[in-house]
């Protein structure tokens, strides 16, 4: 099987079946959705190298990848490892790949926690400066400031900025907000947007002509959209270019951090922050402290954002 490096990627049609394989193997719907995530961004990453192979090697680079980024904890990493191993058995299972392959592949071992990860965040002087960092006479510029605002001003995470449509950006008790947002373990919450997040938006979607469908597409390098989506990792590699031209050391998640820490030292509720943040305690905190989500005071308000003309 010399020219069967990964048929299973090389091929879309084996591709699906095997997906299929290993979701269809899977009892809890969260479940099915985090292994579809993530072997979607091995493949992701592993086109991007080449395709060199579904060898133990490879997924042991991939694993190196993840570790490199302050994006991953050890529990993603371990998660995703997980989901390529099953890619990898059922590759093999089904003769796309060498047993021998998909054996290395199943032995490629987790990653330790090294304790709990705070992360970076910004000041609120270092938020405005990434954020009126792009160069507004491009579309790609209108276009990165506002997800630069949106994941500072909202708290998103990189996912949730990736697939945000039009749709999702309404009114709601004489405010817009992001409705009907699909999280982490499939919550759905609503994010109050800051004025100046709406308005870099606004001024992205007008001049990009956009009224309907994905709010962030692909731009080439001629400053023209090529695309109706942009990926997750896009949205990291974007918040990575501007970061490194200020001089900051972050990745996507810490925009998120640093929504929750401007907003938290601007004293805005911390029950609010949660449930803007959707965190997975948000229930248990309603439950417990009978906490409704106010939009008239959202937390976002306290955050001021002074956006260059």
């Given amino acids: 099987m010399d020219n069967n490096e990964l048929t299973v990627i090389q091929n879309p049609e084996s591709l699906d079946q095997i997906k299929a394989l290993v979701i269809d193997g899977l009892n809890s719907p969260h479940s099915k959705t985090a292994y579809a995530h993530a072997i979607d961004d091995f493949l992701n990453w592993y086109q991007d190298q080449g395709k060199p192979g579904l060898t133990k090697a490879t997924v042991n680079a991939y694993k190196a990848h993840l ?103 309404q009114q709601r008790e004489s405010r817009w907000a992001i409705i009907d947002m699909i999280g982490k373990g499939n919550r759905v919450r609503t994010i109050p947007l800051p004025n100046w997040a709406k308005r870099a938006i606004d001024e992205w979607i007008e001049t990009a002509n956009i009224s309907s469908g994905y709010v962030f597409r692909p731009i080439n390098k ?31 998640h810490d925009l998120r951090r640093t929504f929750a820490q401007l907003a938290r030292k601007a004293n805005a509720p911390i029950d609010q922050i949660q449930l803007t943040l959707g965190h997975a305690s948000v229930q248990t905190t309603e439950r417990y402290l009978g906490t409704k989500q106010d939009l008239t005071t959202a937390p976002c308000d306290l955050i001021n954002i002074h956006l260059d003309n």
Avoid at 227 to 248: D, M, P, R
């Fill in 67 to 169: 570790q490199s980024s302050t994006d991953y904890a050890p529990s993603t990493i371990n998660l995703r490892l997980s989901a390529i191993r099953r890619l990898a058995i059922e590759a093999a299972d089904n003769d796309l790949i060498e047993e021998t392959q998909g054996n290395g592949v199943a032995k490629v071992k987790g990653v330790k926690s090294s304790g709990v990860r705070s992360g970076n965040w910004l000041t609120l002087e270092q938020a405005e400066r990434l954020i009126n960092a792009p160069d507004l006479t491009r579309l790609k510029g209108l276009r990165d400031r506002a997800i630069l605002a949106l994941m500072i001003g909202g708290g998103l995470r990189r996912s949730e900025v990736a697939n945000l449509k039009i749709e999702n950006i």
């Fill in 222 to 252: 001629g400053d023209t959209i090529t695309g109706e989506k942009l990926t997750s990792q896009a949205i990291q590699n974007i918040v990575k270019e501007y970061a490194a031209a200020c001089g900051f050391n972050l990745a996507a």
